[in-house]
């Protein structure tokens, strides 16, 4: 069964740097989203992405995040300098149509120090 | 802001017992509604849906209730079996936002043997 995989699974790294979380979503799948879930919280929309260009998004994805689809299978969330409460785990998910009804990865775990 | 709320953040119930998560929304803008499972270590499988334009969807051993008035949707699981133990998330999407899913806190379930 196809799936949306997401790399790394868990990653550390200092306050500052920059981190770029990857997903290769379902191959025939034409949207795709980013959320985050900081631990104990609610699962929080980041952003969506159709088309090439980001069709929505949320009050968290200010300028320090961005989101890329380079080639034909790779979509991309990158923050340009992390902070602490960056920490989360992150996922990407999508959908063929835009139902709601998404297919999420397992989530990149971030943990800024 | 929740605009989607799961006020139990656990819930147990016995094996072949019936399970009922609750949800509440405060925007009267959601006309389509979602439920999460969530396992430890892995992303949000999409469980069930319901349109605001009907007030029962029913998937096997899985029913979502809608009650638009009170502004209120239930999932109910019988009979409720181990493999139900998991983070159900409640989600709504905006009418005109389609890019956009909003998520509830969660509600641990356990089945208890």
């Known amino acids: 069964e196809p799936e949306v995989t997401q790399t790394p699974s868990h990653q550390v790294t200092q306050m500052g740097q920059e981190v770029i979380l990857r997903c290769v979503p379902i191959s025939n799948h034409l949207y795709f989203y980013w959320y985050r879930q900081i631990l104990g919280q609610k699962v929080e929309f980041l952003v969506s992405?159709?088309?090439?260009?980001?069709?929505?998004k949320s009050e968290i994805f200010d300028d320090q995040f961005s989101v890329e689809r380079p080639d034909g299978s790779n979509f991309t969330l990158k923050i340009r300098s992390t902070k602490l409460e960056d920490s989360a785990m992150y996922f990407c998910?999508?959908?063929?149509?835009?139902?709601?009804?998404?297919?999420f990865g397992e989530g990149s775990r971030l943990t800024v120090l | 802001d929740q605009q989607v709320k799961q006020n139990s953040p656990s819930l147990s119930v016995q094996e072949g017992r019936i399970s009922i998560l609750n949800c509440d929304y405060t925007n009267s803008m959601f006309d389509y509604f979602l439920w999460y499972k969530k396992y430890p270590a892995e992303g949000p499988t999409f469980l069930i849906s319901?349109?605001?334009?009907?007030d029962k969807n029913e998937d096997g051993r899985f029913t979502v209730f809608l009650n638009k008035s009170a502004k209120h949707l239930s999932l109910h699981i019988v009979p409720s079996q181990p493999g139900d133990s998991a983070v159900y998330f409640c989600a709504a999407r905006e009418m005109n936002r389609d890019d956009k899913i909003i998520f509830g806190k969660g509600t641990r379930l356990h089945i208890l043997p």
């Open positions: 319901i349109s605001s334009i009907k």
């Open positions: 998910a999508s959908n063929l149509m835009n139902t709601g009804e998404l297919f």
């Open positions: 992405f159709y088309n090439n260009e980001i069709s929505e």
